[in-house]
């Protein structure tokens, strides 16, 4: 049985990715050079805004329950005071992320807060939160190792949550698919699947059978299968590679459609 990552994983696994993004931001030739996979960024813009947003996201958690940003997470993030040299800057990344892991810690995993997805499929609470910073850091982490020359695939462990958590976040939404009900399946070679529906009821996602497993139902209503590694799924879905870098099944115009569109929250 395929389960969520708890909380003390999470916690694990955001301090391993932010501290192989310092091994990064340490190895890069500069602090100004261009990010290739976030091309309006320079690797210092991207340092201040992971940093930055452990932060702000610190500042969330340790809010509580809110019906928006609270005060003191957009202040947080307003008085930001970012050094520019190298060993400075890295220091200040590792404060930010304890200072995440801190507040994540001592709300615990079901704490509720704010978070902009009130309209997806995970919760809005600080475990909810934890699970979406292990994704954000790793798919930043893997940018900052691109920019120094030393891209690595996303861990195992991170990438498997990571397809479901996108999914659960990213997608889910009540608005409806503007055009002819289908489905999207993701097969990640380790052997995991998921099942993205969209239709008049909005983007919903569920997990299933690896191909071949067991149950090929409701198969017929599936426009498109992607296949890869749970890397290249993840930095798939956040378009960091293009699609001819997976095995692709069905329609495939099917993806852009799926990219263009900006359902109402």
């Known amino acids: 049985m395929q389960k969520t990552l708890e909380l003390p994983d999470l916690l694990r696994l955001i301090d391993e990715r932010s501290t192989a993004f310092r091994a990064a931001v340490a190895a890069a030739p500069s602090l100004d050079v261009q990010v290739p996979t976030c091309p309006e960024w320079t690797l210092f813009d991207l340092a201040e805004h992971l940093g930055g947003g452990d932060r702000f996201w610190a500042a969330i958690v340790s809010a509580g ?25 890295l220091g200040w990344l590792a404060t930010s992320t304890q200072q995440l892991l801190s507040a994540l810690r001592e709300a615990g995993p079901e704490s509720g807060c704010w978070t902009w997805w009130p ?3 995970s919760p809005q609470n600080s475990g909810g939160v934890a699970r979406h ?6 798919v930043h982490t893997y940018d900052a190792q691109v920019t120094a020359g030393t891209p690595q695939p996303l861990p195992a462990e991170v990438a498997l949550d990571g397809v479901e958590e996108f999914l659960f976040t990213c997608c889910a939404t009540a608005s409806a698919w503007p055009h002819k009900p289908t489905s999207f399946d993701f097969h990640a070679a ?5 099942r993205l529906t969209v239709d008049g009821d909005g983007a919903r996602s569920t997990r299933i059978p690896a191909p ?4 090929s139902e409701g198969s ?8 890869g590694t ?8 956040y378009d960091r590679i293009p699609t001819d870098s997976l095995h692709v099944d ?12 900006e359902p109402g929250q």
């Open 65 to 89: 329950p809110a019906d928006a940003p609270p005060a003191e997470a957009t202040a947080a993030r307003a008085a930001l005071e970012v050094p520019r040299e190298r060993e400075a800057l």
């Open 119 to 121: 309209a997806s499929q």
């Open 133 to 138: 910073r292990v994704q954000e850091t790793a």
């Open 190 to 194: 380790e052997g995991r699947s998921w």
């Open 212 to 215: 071949g497993a067991t149950t």
């Open 220 to 227: 017929d209503a599936v426009g498109i299968s992607i296949h």
């Open 230 to 237: 749970a890397s290249e799924l993840v930095l798939f879905c």
């Open 250 to 261: 069905g329609d495939a115009g099917l993806i852009d459609l799926l990219r263009a569109w």
